[in-house]
């Protein structure tokens, strides 16, 4: 087993990039890591009564009575099962993961339903991006990064944030071609076009994405977690390494528990802005 | 809709997948089966054991790549016959104590396995040396607080946490992968950044860099290991001959650390092994001898 000139070709990459560019990487890290801890801390902060109480009163509010049951049970056995301080700090790697793939991906989505070059570079970009396993580029990123939540944090993007860029994309391009006419011929200019047509009517479908990309994120917890990413994933990872059936059961029900909140609870605002976005039209 | 859809084709490929299996397994019932791990010091010895197998007791291997706990599942359950690399008294004394009754003890491989902490040797050891130097916060300071880790929950990582109660260390022990590990030394290495990790001897690591181990005065790492194979119930009755071959096996410390060099520069552990074996036929001989 001996890599061809292509992974050659790859790792010389990744060594260049290391040797003559290490205090650019060991700068973006130190500043991706302050931005991540503060994720995490002001996440932490907030004891676990009170995240129980919003959390209810949200499913309340976006989903009835029936989810809100559903999600104080969810919350109460993963504080049940002593895992509150995992599950926190697997949330904050999410939150942080999908806030960098949107900051990223949305304008990034927008650019490729403006132009035809960028959306089928974006296309096999994002191919990419989605279908290479993601344990591939744990050691690049590690070698770049350094070992900890950094290197985690920029897997679980680069695994994470296809779909929301996808489904920005389609959801503008979707975007009736009357209600485009219409802006344009009231003069509208093409950043008006965006923020008052383009983007209110392509939100449920922007909202489709970013549910898709926090499951992406969630998806990753595990393989992050052999970098270094911690949480709940480092506990399902113990239960194997002791083949404790026990631990890996009660680590792995805490990623679904928590999977479902986020996921009704998103997918909801996607339903909702829909509703609204009627009225306007 | 797709749901449904997507619920009968997975139904259906796990159902294509046992037939497939099932068959696969019948035609290779005849191989001894052997649990690897992408460990250079498995690697080492089961190549090692395999080429033995193959060209002298005509007895073909096959491996099956598992993780080290699975392994010992397997072994306990049968669905493995054997293992090459069971680390005792205190590496793998969780497992143990858990299927020492559903497996057979066929034998010590070696002598002079060990877990530790090590650094980089450019680390002066005026500095760093001694476990209880990583107290010291200029010391601290350089390792930026952290002991890069393996797998959590391993035997290693939980001789590592004792370890940093036992010497009152203020460090975070970074849980993360072999892989992980290793990436973190290969990466501080050229800027000769300082590190520790935890790590184990043999290991190919340490030919690769030079490294130290830390002294471990309260010796909570533990001491020496030794290592051991590990054999289904029927290893014995299904394999007569292999049995027979793997009470008498033994290498010595050196011997591993030789083919994993090899195997590892080359990429190759069956070729390294097969120069091994070759070259030392009066080893050979006494493993087959009757």
Partial sequence: MNSSFIGKSVESFVNFLFMHFRSWFDAFSAGLGAVIHLFEISIAAIPFYVMLVAIVGLAVWRKGVFFAIFAGLALGSIQYMGLWNQTVSTLSLVVAATFFSLVVGIPLGIWGARNKRVEVVLRSALDFMQTMPAFVYLIPAVILFGLGKVPAVIATIVFAMPPVVRLTTLGIKQVREELVEAGRSFGSTDLQLLWNIQLPNALPSIMAGVNQTIMMALSMVVVASMIGAGGLGEYVISGIQRLDIGIGFEGGLGVVLLAIILDRITESFGVKSKKKKKVKA | ?290
């Fill in chain 2, 1 to 290: 809709m797709f749901k449904s859809f997507a619920m009968k084709a997975s139904a259906a490929a796990v159902c294509t997948l046992g037939l497939l299996t099932a068959q696969v397994a019948k035609a290779e019932e005849a191989a001894v089966k052997i649990a690897t791990t992408n460990w250079a010091d498995v690697l080492a010895v089961a190549n090692v054991v395999k080429y033995v197998m193959e060209t002298k007791l005509k007895q073909p291997v096959q491996f099956v790549q598992a993780d080290i706990g699975i392994q010992y599942q397997g072994v306990a359950r049968g669905d493995l016959d054997l293992m090459v690399g069971g680390w005792l008294p205190v590496t793998h004394a969780t497992y143990f104590a858990r299927y020492k009754n559903d497996m057979e003890d066929v034998g010590v491989i070696y002598k002079g396995g060990k877990n530790g902490w090590a650094v980089p040797a450019y680390i002066p050891e005026s500095q760093l040396s001694s476990i209880a130097d990583l107290s010291k916060p200029e010391v601290k300071e350089k390792l930026k607080g952290t002991i890069q880790g393996i797998e959590p929950g391993g035997g290693l990582m939980q001789a590592s946490e004792k370890t940093i109660s036992a010497y009152n260390l203020d460090m975070k022990l970074q849980s993360s992968s072999e892989a992980g590990m290793l990436a973190s030394i290969s990466r501080a290495y050229p800027a000769k950044e300082w590190v520790v990790a935890t790590v184990w001897s043999p290991h190919w690591l340490f030919q690769k860099y030079k490294m130290r181990y830390l002294k471990d005065p309260k010796g909570t790492l533990g001491g020496e290991e030794t290592i051991h194979a590990f054999g289904s119930k029927e290893f014995g009755k299904k394999f007569p001959k292999a049995h027979a071959m793997m009470k008498k096996f033994n290498m010595t410390l050196a011997d591993v650390e030789a083919v994993e060099m090899e195997g590892n520069s080359t990429n190759d552990y069956a070729t390294a092994a097969k120069k091994f074996v070759d070259a030392h036929p009066e080893k050979v001989k006494a493993w087959l001898a009757k």
